[in-house]
């Protein structure tokens, strides 16, 4: 799976299956992960909890 799939599925796990403050545990194996990852949590404001890839921990915010 490209990144930009990624994104888009975690974009809707953490909307659709995911309440404010639950943490996600995620594995991505996308040599552009670690770059895209936590920029997509700095642009949504989900706090990147933990970051080694490929694992990466990422808190669901409340949403509006």
Do not use: S
């Amino acid at each position: 799976m490209g990144c930009g799939e990624l994104i888009v599925k975690l974009k809707f796990k953490l909307r659709d299956e995911l309440g404010a403050g639950d943490i996600l545990q995620l594995t991505a194996t996308d040599p552009g992960a670690p770059q895209d990852i936590p920029a997509w949590c700095r642009l949504t404001r989900n706090p990147l909890i933990y970051q080694e890839h490929p694992t990466y921990y990422i808190q669901a915010k409340e949403q509006p």
